[in-house]
């Protein structure tokens, strides 16, 4: 490449829990740099979780790290062209894109639920997230299964 890879942006912990992966997530969430509204959303959306799950004796903020781990994809197919046919090619995700990806897809099925509040969504999103099922559960489960069924592919790994 002529130029130089652009620098990496820091970003800054949470007013609250003081944790940078938070600060990631509404970052995502956030529409229009409305990024104050974003937090409410997301901590009325954990203080949700909590109530849905008194029994639990993790913290909401521990359920929506599990939550993520649940919906990280390991595994994705990327379309790769050889001698005039297309293949999907199963490759390993970078540990940062893995994590933007479980968070946008977090984010995505929460929107496409049905609900009062994006909070309430959010919520409902989570908890099914922390207990393997919901679309972002499912998402992940589509792209392993499309990785195995082109795995016989895997040697046009570039």
């Known amino acids: 490449m ?19 992966k938070v ?3 509404v970052n995502h969430l956030m ?3 409305k990024k104050s509204i974003a937090f409410e959303i997301f901590y009325s959306a954990l203080d949700s979780v909590k109530a849905k799950l008194p ?50 897809n977090l984010i995505i099925f929460a929107r ?3 609900g009062k509040t994006m909070s309430d ?3 409902a999103e989570i908890v099914d997230a922390f207990n393997n099922q919901g679309g972002a559960f ?6 392993h299964r499309m990785a195995e069924a082109n795995r016989a592919f895997a040697h046009f790994r570039f």
């Open 2 to 20: 002529r130029k130089a890879k652009p620098k990496k942006r820091q970003v800054l912990p949470d007013p609250v829990y003081g944790d940078v």
């Open 23 to 25: 600060t990631k997530f």
């Open 31 to 33: 529409y229009d740099g």
């Open 55 to 104: 029994n639990e004796e993790k913290s909401a903020l521990e359920i929506w790290k599990a939550a993520l781990d649940n919906i990280t994809p390991q595994v994705e197919v990327k379309s790769r062209r050889v001698g005039g046919a297309t293949f999907q090619v199963p490759t390993e995700i970078r540990p940062d894109r893995k994590e933007s990806i479980s968070m946008k």
């Open 112 to 114: 496409k639920r049905g």
């Open 121 to 123: 969504k959010l919520s």
């Open 138 to 143: 499912k998402r992940k489960e589509d792209m």
